[in-house]
């Protein structure tokens, strides 16, 4: 097998295992869909509660209720209604950013089906660069709602301060957070949508 054929699988296997991964963690009843650009090219995932993204969104519903732990954040965000995808099913952060933009624009059919079939009451997009895919996506599938957009936290203070800013009172809005593993109290929209 040639170098490039068996990084393809390998790279279609940790894809299979992330998805996998992803969906045990999908609400019955979908209020809030985070969508983010691609899992990262480190490996790091979300759901393995190892990424950036991950802690960052964590430290949200611990500003809501500081009593959540790593053990029982992943099930309280389900409870809440809360899921997260991606824009691209591949990591797209190592590509040069007309690679990057492209892959974005090339998997807005599969985002467009993903809101359709999800139906979420409000999306938050984890990274303002992909806001108008999802735009794009979100009209696509026909779905109307309230759309925030978030600064992707990464390393600097600055976005996670204001990552930190604008998600925790659309969490507090939503009711989502208030418990470990409490169901939702509302259905109202995410304040700065």
Known sequence: MSPETLTSAASAKAQLRRERLRRRYRPAHLRLLFIGESPPAS???FYQRDSGLYRAIRNAFRAIDPSLTDADFLGSF?????YLIDACLQPVDRLDPPSRRAACVAGEPLLCRTIAKLQPEAIVTVVRSIRGNV??????????????????PGRWFHHQEMFLAKLVPALRSLGCGTGVGQPYQSSTAPSGA
């Open 135 to 152: 735009e794009r996506a979100a009209c696509c599938a026909g779905w109307h709602g309230p759309l925030m957009d978030l600064p992707y």
């Open 78 to 82: 389900q409870s809440a209604g809360c």
């Open 43 to 45: 490996g790091r995932f």
